[in-house]
């Protein structure tokens, strides 16, 4: 069986060839660990493959995670990239770096007022529903701009960009679509100032779609974990 090492190397591979046909600036993509429901050795087992950040779905079992992980913490990033309530805002403010899946303003403002005064300011992504899919979260496009503005004026906060999870598609053309989209969307954010560096879009199966849009983080988990259970 293949090890996370070598998962992540190809995985690696992957992102460089891309980057490389789209004519991108080498190590201009952010690889993103997708840990959820892995346990905590195999984040040690990429950890000691070099890799740094991690991303998370679920609240409880990230936090879990984090704790048991804690003589790592110094050297870890720990993103939220799962749906997030009212009530867990404050140990998501508390223990995480990043939060991708902000789509409300109310809960942006829960975790800017919850950030402590001795971390630095919470990164964050708006995640978009950029499909259009009537069951998924995240804004509408339309509502990104209103939002955005504002999220960028919390103070506990530090606005990064935009996040989307595009409905499934098989072949690269309908995959590069949406991840073109979210990309323009930020183009538009960024013409009226906002100064965002961030695209979280690709995951396993569409990774080279969104590099080829101008993806800056990729969140793989499958492709470095295997199949989750
Ligand atoms: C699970 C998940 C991923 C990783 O998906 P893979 O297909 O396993 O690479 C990426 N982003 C989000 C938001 C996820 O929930």
Redesign the pocket.
């Known amino acids: 069986m293949e090890s996370i090492a070598q998962a992540l190397q190809q995985v690696k591979g992957r992102i460089d060839r891309a980057i490389a046909h789209s004519g991108s600036a080498p190590g201009s993509v952010a690889l993103l660990a997708?840990s959820?429901t892995q346990p905590a050795a195999a984040v040690r087992q990429a950890h000691a493959a070099g890799q740094r950040a991690f991303?998370e779905?679920y609240v409880q079992e990230a936090l879990a995670k984090i704790e048991v992980l804690a003589d790592l913490r110094a050297q870890l990033e720990w993103h939220l990239?799962?749906p997030l309530q009212s009530n867990k805002t404050a140990a998501v403010a508390r223990a995480f770096d990043w939060v991708h899946s902000v789509d409300r303003l109310k809960i942006a403002q829960r975790l800017s007022e919850q950030r402590p005064a001795s971390l630095p300011p919470l990164n964050i992504c708006l995640q978009v529903n950029i499909s259009g899919e009537a069951s998924k979260a995240g804004l509408w496009p339309a509502e990104v701009a209103g939002v955005a503005q504002a999220v960028a004026a919390l103070p506990g906060l530090h606005l990064r960009g935009l996040m989307s999870?595009p409905a499934p598609a098989a072949d690269p053309a309908a995959q590069r679509a949406p991840h073109r989209a979210l990309r323009e969307l930020l183009a538009a954010l960024n013409a009226q100032g906002l100064g965002l560096d961030t695209l979280s879009m690709g995951?396993?199966?569409d990774l080279e779609a969104a590099v080829a849009e101008g993806a800056t983080l990729v969140?793989?988990?499958?492709?470095i974990f295997g199949r989750r259970a």
């Open positions: 997708v959820k991303g779905n990239i799962g999870i995951m396993s199966d969140r793989v988990g499958t492709a």
